[in-house]
């Protein structure tokens, strides 16, 4: 049987999604978003795809933004995609370009793999690295984060198990003073990058509206 504390996260999430659904139920689709197509004679405005990647403006200043998301315990993968985009070296350090760059996780690095120890480490040192030089990483947490702080493991593979040398330290690994749990109960679940909103699997649009991101307090 659930206990109290679970029982009040629950009503918590209902609570959020419900009111986002209120909302989102009384605002013209028009206004959704500042990236919405506009539409002369009755049909959408083509869109330059090669427009669409050049990234904000900001004054002179342009941002290059990179969202990745689901990286799900694949490291040998992960890193593949951020050299494939330029933001890594072999060493799997920081590559500072020519403008700035904003990489963007957007959750789901934990489950399905065996490297979630080492992909939360690159997540936190890219960090670091990242704003030593004027660049930004943003991570986000994903429902598979939520779940682990939840403790419901249905998707925790056997190796990751071993990774962190059993269940229990995995469990205190993940606890709210341990070293990933304490680290994932700082993230936020959505981000607003220039006029773009990030999220990882769906958009309550209230924080559109007023500009903020928040917390989810696990």
Known sequence: MPNLKTVFR???????F???SFVLSRIP??????????????QPAAVDPAKSLQGVHHGLKKERIIAVGDLHGDYDNAVDVLRMAGIVDIQENWVKSDQ?????QTGDIVDRGPDTIKLYDLMKKLTIQANQVGDQVIHLLGNHEIMNMQEDLRYVTKEDYES??????RRKAFAKK?????YLRSLRITA?????AFVHGGYCFIIQFYSCSFYFPI
């Open 29 to 42: 689709i028009s206004s959704w978003s500042s990236h919405s197509l506009t539409v002369q004679n009755n």
């Open 178 to 182: 341990g070293k990933y749990g304490d």
């Open 192 to 196: 607003i990058v220039g006029n773009a």
């Open 18 to 20: 419900a009111s986002c």
């Open 164 to 169: 962190f040398g059993g269940f229990q330290e």
């Open 10 to 16: 629950a009503i918590y999430v209902f609570f959020i």
């Open 100 to 104: 700035k760059t904003i990489l963007v």
